[in-house]
Nanobody
């Protein structure tokens, strides 16, 4: 099993920044890919960013490209999502995923 715990969400004004963290534990050696998704009220969950856990390119949704950066700290078994130039439409619950495992989510609210 893989356990994921997100943190770092909060309330920020438009144009501001937040950094989300996803602490990864358990059978980390079995992970193929990590990703961030988000779900806004009344909408379906949507892809934000992903990379292969073993390394390689990072892929972003067009809506966040150039503003969000996904990274990792192997020593801490933590994956990050740096979010800059935030917009009200970025308001959502953000989820970390490792293959078919999901965290509990962290709320990000961007005020206009």
């Amino acid at each position: 099993q893989v356990q994921l715990v997100e943190s770092g969400g909060g309330l920020v004004q438009a144009g501001g920044s937040l950094r989300l963290s996803c602490a990864v534990s358990g059978r980390t050696f079995s992970i193929y890919a990590m990703a961030w998704f988000r779900q806004a009220p009344g909408k379906e969950r949507e892809f934000v960013a992903r990379f292969a856990y073993g390394g390689g390119s990072t892929y972003y949704a067009d809506s966040v490209k150039g503003r969000f950066t996904m990274s990792r700290d192997n020593a801490k078994n933590t994956v990050y999502l740096q979010m800059n130039s935030l917009k009200p439409e970025d308001t959502a619950v953000y989820y970390c995923s490792a293959d078919n495992h999901w965290g509990q989510g962290t709320q990000v609210t961007v005020s206009s």
